[in-house]
């Protein structure tokens, strides 16, 4: 389903739990954008990524409000999930139906009436990409570990969805190969915010939201001056997970797994 | 005063969503609330504390629960009236799916638990058909595709009843209930207040606590495995 151009996504300021307002003017989206969100837990990380997924519009929580290409957005974009252009996708979010993965893409693009069936195999393709757990069409959704899922659901958000918006809550822990997904995301002109405790993630994005007891504090933009910071911690994430697949493999670490820089 | 009658089975949310509203609207509305169940029931404990606001509850025991709550509706709007209340809530059990116990005159709510499975609503289609508004509850838990399917089995069942997806434990979404909460009308007289549909309710004589098994035991509404129709029999 083809959604109306959407050029920019707009949030106003709300306030924080003591009621005080947000210091920001506006934050805004646009395609090809990553913004990660970070701060301590309770500090209105989910609610800000919340706020955008239901369009808020001073009603929730929160205070903010969220336009589409400045205006508030019509209420069959807000309402019927299937003309909603965001996917949101947390580490609760699962297939729950006992279907195989091939039955469950089937499910979807039947629902979103398209005709084009070669579009079951590319997301399994993609899904690949981004797990090192491989995924086969004839495997049962309910079996799929945490990984394979949330990079199955992922795949499924860029292709059968073809969502602009992509919301992630969290979606970093245990066999996802992040950076394949973050570059495939901005492959595909995604509009991207994720809510992150990995810095290699938060160094990854372009501008980083600072939350602090429900308000966002600061928004920071690194302009490449973490360049050299995540060049190293890149290699750090590489190493560790290096050795987190050698030990699931059984091995036992002798040598030190590679150059830890 | 507007009247709210909530269905849904066990563990939809019903409550969740209550909750909500009593959040977002108590500072506006006097409410109060009837909770119907068949033996145990909490919520209007935890209601009157949480909000302070007047509850009540009523266990149907041998009952049928929504019968009793159909038998008990007049009495309840009566006790809300005379405490002032803007708005009664009726929360049903929930248990009987073939049930649907919305009137006219008021604002019929079913609430379902998209984790129930894309194929729940198939199979609750009294519950949902006359209801005025499906909320569907933990949609934050499912994927995108049983998303989209879920409204489209919901849709199936009810072409015209509203939907609203929520995750209810933070209340996203839940603005399109409350604008239509403030945008119903009062009861306009109570006494003309009658089922909006013929539901199959009734008192049996399992539920009643005969035990026995074979139709031959029984009276009422009676089926025989090669009878095709349903035959009555009274005692």
Known sequence: MEHFAITTITILPGRAKDGRSESFKEIALRAGDMISIVGPTGSGKTAFINDIEVFASGDTVTGRTVLVNGEVPPDEMVRDPAKKPIALITQNTKCLADLTVLEFLEMHVKARRIADNSRMAETIRLANEFTGEKIAGTMRMTSLSGGQTRSLLIADAITVSSAPIILLDEVESGGIFKENVISSLKKNNKAVIFVTHDPVLALLSDRRIVMRNGAVEKILEPNGCETKILGQISGMDRVLSDMRERIRAGELLTDNGGPVP | ?235
């Open chain 2, 1 to 235: 005063m507007k009247l709210l009658i909530f269905a849904g089975p066990p563990s939809a949310g019903k409550t969740a969503v209550v909750r909500q509203i009593l959040r977002q609207l108590a500072g506006e509305s006097f409410i109060a609330f009837l909770k119907i169940d068949v033996v145990r029931a909490f919520e209007d404990e935890e209601l009157k504390k949480e909000f302070e606001i007047p509850t009540r509850k009523v266990y149907s025991g041998d009952v049928c629960p929504d019968h009793t709550g159909i038998l008990v509706l007049r009495d309840a709007i009566a006790w809300a009236e005379d405490l002032g209340a803007g708005i009664l809530i009726v929360e049903s059990a929930g248990l009987c799916l073939r049930c649907t116990p919305y009137t006219t005159q008021s604002l019929g709510i079913v609430v379902l638990s998209a984790v129930g499975g894309t194929n729940s609503p198939l199979k609750m289609t009294p519950m949902i058909a006359l209801a005025d508004i499906a909320v569907v509850t933990k949609v934050d838990l499912i994927s995108q595709a049983e998303k989209e399917v879920f409204r489209e089995r919901v849709r199936e069942v009810a072409p015209r009843v509203d939907i609203i997806e929520t995750n209810a434990v933070h209340g996203t979404g839940l603005r399109y209930l409350l604008k239509a909460i403030r945008n119903m009308p009062e009861i306009l007289c109570a006494d003309d207040i009658v089922l909006k549909g013929m539901p199959p309710l009734a008192v049996c004589t399992i539920c009643a606590g005969k035990k026995e098994i074979g139709w031959q035991h029984h009276f009422g509404i009676l089926k025989t495995l090669d009878g095709a129709d349903d035959l009555y029999r009274g005692e």
